[in-house]
């Protein structure tokens, strides 16, 4: 029975191909945005920080901060400003940012 009714939904599949495909998925487009300031990414790697692109069409960044053996406080969150606009995500796991430092996050508007 099983057998017979799989052959039903192929031959279906076959007489309408049209209705088996998935609709297309709209591509979410991101802001184009300038490349970032060479020298504000260098201040981000002196601290440990590492700085990786999203993807290979597109300027925004993915900073890591928690690899930085504790050097990332509050105050060091100012090095972000060179490249507000590009920092798509920010990781600041293990670092020794207090909730008074996240005021620094607030340039960030692609966060």
């Known amino acids: 029975m099983n057998a017979l009714m799989l052959a039903f939904a192929l031959a279906a599949l076959q007489e309408h191909p049209a209705q088996a495909e998935a609709p297309p998925v709209p591509k979410e487009q991101l802001p184009a945005?300038?490349?970032?300031?060479?020298?504000?990414?260098?201040?981000?790697?002196?601290?440990?920080?590492?700085?990786?692109?999203?993807?290979?069409?597109?300027?925004?960044?993915?900073?890591?901060?928690?690899l930085s053996d504790g050097k990332i406080d509050d105050a060091a969150l100012e090095t972000l400003k060179g490249v507000a606009e590009q920092?798509?995500?920010?990781?600041?796991?293990?670092?020794?940012?207090?909730?008074?430092?996240?005021?620094?996050?607030?340039?960030?508007?692609?966060?």
């Open 33 to 66: 945005v300038a490349e970032a300031d060479p020298a504000a990414l260098q201040k981000i790697r002196a601290l440990g920080g590492v700085v990786l692109p999203v993807a290979a069409d597109t300027h925004f960044l993915s900073v890591h901060l928690g």
């Open 87 to 111: 920092i798509l995500w920010l990781n600041l796991a293990g670092t020794g940012v207090t909730d008074a430092g996240l005021k620094h996050l607030a340039v960030l508007k692609n966060l």
